[in-house]
């Protein structure tokens, strides 16, 4: 989310705590101005090479998950 950074950066900042401007999200550090959006189409590649390695790693025979989990039945 675009935002989700602002909020925690914004609400640290009204409590008085000692924070500092997120580095380059802001446009020129100001947080007056609407943050940059162009981690989007990395976060997701990330998230998906993520979910291949888990996808390809998961066994599809009941029997070995449970060798591997015994706790799963």
């Known amino acids: 989310d675009r ?4 909020e925690e950066y914004l609400r640290d900042k009204k409590k008085g705590l000692p924070i500092a401007v997120p580095k380059n999200y802001y446009p020129d550090d100001n ?6 959006f162009t981690w989007c189409s990395y ?31």
């Open 43 to 73: 976060a997701h590649l990330f998230y998906h090479n993520w979910l291949n390695i888990v996808y390809q790693e998961t066994p599809y025979d009941l029997q070995a998950i449970a060798k591997v989990h015994p706790c799963a039945h």
């Open 3 to 6: 935002r989700t950074l602002e």
């Open 31 to 36: 947080d007056t101005k609407t943050p940059y």
